[in-house]
């Protein structure tokens, strides 16, 4: 196990790969579709459909564990998971555009878990095949229902937080790439 984990770190010490101008455009380009089509909800078009795939996935595969909790905090997990383990893979090949797309959708997703904790008191927002909110129930197992809204505000500032830090990296590898001087 250790001289796996020593094999995966090994990687870490080679170099990223060159940043120029149309990686950080793309990644310009990524959080300007966020904040420009984001409806007032909180969706953002097609991103968040995606999102919900992962969501509704997460469900079943963690509740294999057993736990009702878990099971229930199994969409958001997993929602995070995908861009998360995505991330790491590019961070492993040293591709700085793929990693830093990555981390801003698991800012993006972020961004989408929290309108559903804002409206764990309210339920108006609508529920895919019906059934209990997720954050309803573990809002109310915690004791935290009243603080929906706070919560929820928290983890969106994060969102935008996560997106523009891993937009700034990305700005960070082509001055370091591109344009610091020799």
């Avoid at 909180?42 to 919900?52: A, E």
């Avoid at 905090?73 to 040293?94: D, I, N, S, Y």
């Avoid at 700085?96 to 559903?116: D, E, H, K, M, R």
């Amino acid at each position: 196990m250790r001289e796996w984990i020593e094999s995966r770190l090994e990687c870490l010490e080679d170099p990223w790969e060159p940043v120029g101008w149309p990686a950080v455009s793309a990644a310009v380009g990524f959080f300007l579709f966020v904040l420009l089509t984001r409806a007032p909800s909180g969706w953002t078009p097609f991103l968040d459909g995606v999102n919900l795939l992962f969501h509704e996935a997460g469900h079943p595969l963690f509740s294999v564990l057993g736990w009702e909790t878990l099971t229930i905090l199994g969409g958001t997990f997993m929602q995070l998971l995908v861009p998360l383990v995505l991330c790491l893979g590019f961070v492993g090949k040293r591709q700085a555009l793929g990693t830093a797309l990555c981390g801003q959708w698991l800012g993006q997703n972020l961004l989408n878990i929290a309108p559903y904790m804002a409206d764990a008191r309210a339920q108006e927002l609508p529920l895919v095949g019906g059934g209990e909110h997720d954050w309803t129930a573990l809002l109310g197992r915690w004791g935290m229902l009243g603080r929906d809204t706070v919560l929820a505000s928290r983890v969106a500032f994060i969102g935008w937080v996560v997106m523009l830090a891993w937009l700034a990296w990305l700005g960070w590898r082509l001055y370091q790439d591109r344009l610091r001087p020799s």
